[in-house]
Every structure is written in C-alpha cells, then in structure tokens.
C-alpha cells in the first residue's frame, strides 16, 4: 500500500486557472518523493492540496488506506516544514519544538520527553532555551523539522525548505535533512526547483510542467540518461 496515493487530481482556482492537471502519483512508505519544475508549474498547489491547505477540485488524495478529500489539515497527520519555517519568535525553541504537542493538549511529560528526544536528534538540546533569533539559519530550519519530528506525522512536506540560505549552509542543511529522513524512515514529499537537490535527495523525482506530470524516475534516469 502506498503512503499517499494521488489520483487523477485536479486543481482548478476560482479564477478558472487550471494549475493541476489529472495528476495521478503513488508515493511509497518511507519514500523520498521530490517534486520538480518550473516556477508557476503547480508543485506547491499539489503539495497544499496533499496537507489539506487547498481543495482539490476534482480526484482523490489518500493517505495510507484513507480518503482525505474532504479532510482539514489537523485531520490528515502529515507535518509541513515551510520556507520561511514558521518560528514563534517570543518562544523558546523547546516551546517552537513543543508547538503541535501543546495544541493537542499533551500532558506534560509526554511533551518534554518527546521534544527532549527531538532535539537530541537535531543536535539541537543546548539551544532549547534560546529564541529562534538567536540561532543561525540551518539551527532555525532544524527546529522546524523538531517540529514535523514531535509529531509522529505520517509523512514530511517541504516546500523549497533551502531556498532562502546561502550556498554553504544549503549544502549541509541538505545532508542533514536526508541523515533525518533516513533515520526516521518517514514518507516526504520534498518541493524544489534545485537540480542538486533533487539529484541527492530523491529516490523518485516527479516532474510537472504547467500542472501536468511528465514523468516519475530516479534521479539517475533523468539526470544521467535524459
Ligand atoms: P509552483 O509551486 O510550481 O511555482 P504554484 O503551485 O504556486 O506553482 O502555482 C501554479 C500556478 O497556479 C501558477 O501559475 C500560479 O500563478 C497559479 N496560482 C497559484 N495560486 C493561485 C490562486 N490562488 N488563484 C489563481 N491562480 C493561482
Ligand atoms: P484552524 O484555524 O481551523 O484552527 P489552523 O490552520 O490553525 O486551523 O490549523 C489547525 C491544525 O491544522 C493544526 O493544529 C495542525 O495540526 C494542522 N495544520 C495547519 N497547517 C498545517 C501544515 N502546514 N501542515 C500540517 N498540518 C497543519
């Protein structure tokens, strides 16, 4: 069984722009799944339609053996990790890490421990009491992977996650967010429009191109035997 199962999808906005067209994709359990294309081509509007932020205007979405049309956000278990990460700034990170454990009222010390856990995973347990301002940039992105982490979702969404670090910072936030994957063996559906991302974190790249999907390989077939 695929972890999320995309079928004949379709996405048409109020103004009558088709941004997806019958797209239909099978993610596997534990796969990495990149998304690719030209800016305008519908990655994003696919990957809110899979974490429930978009309607979808025509298809399926699935996510494990369930139908999620008509599911809220809250309702779908999957954690998106934003560009700009999304930090509370007058929290501490252990309180940004806490965030979706607190919203669902967990005790205490489930919450501790599990944050306690996550950030010993992202390296990230001497910072627990400072303010995302006073984190570099790739300790702010690990922060908002604690947050997907504590979550126990059952699959990460990244929309172009690196886009705003610099070259250096890119290339290791990179290694540490396949480590992570691979790690916690969890399904992620990974937006970019970087070549070099898709090439080293993919174990499928889809490519779409004016909302609809070209083709589904390796990142080998594609980039080393157009
Ligand atoms: P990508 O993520 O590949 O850059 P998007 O999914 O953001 O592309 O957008 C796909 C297309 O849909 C673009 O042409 C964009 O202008 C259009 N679009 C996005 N959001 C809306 C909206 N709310 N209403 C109308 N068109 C939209
Ligand atoms: P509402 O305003 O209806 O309460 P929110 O947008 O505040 O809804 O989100 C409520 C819940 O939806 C959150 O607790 C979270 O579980 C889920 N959610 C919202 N945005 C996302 C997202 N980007 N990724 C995953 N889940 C989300």
Same mark, same amino acid.
């Given at each position: /069984?695929?972890?999320?199962?995309? %079928?004949?999808? *379709?996405? @048409? #906005?109020?103004?009558?722009?088709?941004?997806?067209?019958?797209?239909?994709?099978?993610?596997?359990?534990?796969?990495? /799944?990149?998304?690719?294309?030209p800016?305008?081509?519908? +990655?994003?509007?696919?990957?809110?339609?899979?974490v429930?932020?978009?309607?979808i205007?025509?298809?399926d979405?699935?996510?494990?053996?369930?139908?999620?049309n008509?599911?809220a956000?809250?309702? !779908?278990?999957? =954690?998106?990790?934003?560009?700009? #990460?999304?930090?509370y700034?007058?929290?501490?990170?252990?309180?940004?890490i806490?965030?979706p454990?607190?919203? !669902? %009222?967990?005790?205490?010390?489930e919450? +501790?421990?599990?944050?306690? *856990?996550?950030?010993?995973?992202?390296?990230?347990?001497?910072?627990?009491?400072? %303010?995302?301002?006073?984190?570099?940039g790739?300790?702010?992105?690990?922060?908002?992977?604690?947050?997907?982490i504590?979550?126990?979702?059952?699959?990460?969404?990244?929309?172009?996650?690196?886009?705003n670090?610099?070259?250096?910072? !890119?290339?290791?936030?990179r290694?540490?967010?396949?480590? /992570?994957?691979?790690?916690?063996g969890?399904t992620?559906?990974?937006?970019?429009?970087?070549?070099?991302? =898709? /090439? @080293?974190?993919?174990?499928?790249?889809?490519?779409?191109?004016?909302?609809?999907?070209?083709q589904? =390989?390796?990142?080998?077939?594609? #980039?080393?035997?157009?």
């Open positions: /069984m695929a972890a999320i199962t995309i %079928k004949n999808v *379709n996405k @048409t #906005y109020a103004d009558g722009f088709k941004a997806v067209k019958d797209v239909s994709l099978d993610i596997a359990d534990g796969e990495f /799944m990149i998304l690719v294309g800016s305008g081509c519908g +990655k994003s509007t696919l990957l809110r339609m899979i429930g932020l978009e309607d205007t025509s298809g979405m699935i996510i494990g053996d369930k139908r999620v008509e599911k956000p809250r309702d !779908r278990n999957l =954690a998106m990790v934003f560009q700009n #990460y999304a930090l700034p007058h929290l501490s990170v252990f309180e940004n806490a965030f454990l607190r919203l !669902r %009222k967990a005790p205490d010390a919450v +501790k421990e599990r944050v306690t *856990n996550a950030a010993k995973l992202l390296e990230l347990t001497e910072h627990l009491d400072r %303010k995302p301002s006073q984190l570099s790739g300790q702010r992105q690990r922060v908002a992977m604690g947050r997907a504590v979550r126990e979702a059952d699959a990460f969404l990244f929309d172009e996650p690196l886009s670090l610099d070259a250096k910072l !890119r290339g290791q936030m290694t540490e967010i396949l480590r /992570m994957q691979r790690r916690l969890t992620t559906v990974y937006v970019t429009h970087d070549q070099t991302e =898709a /090439m @080293t974190l993919g174990d499928r790249v889809a490519v779409l191109r004016r909302g609809v999907l070209q589904v =390989a390796s990142p080998r077939e594609l #980039y080393e035997h157009p």
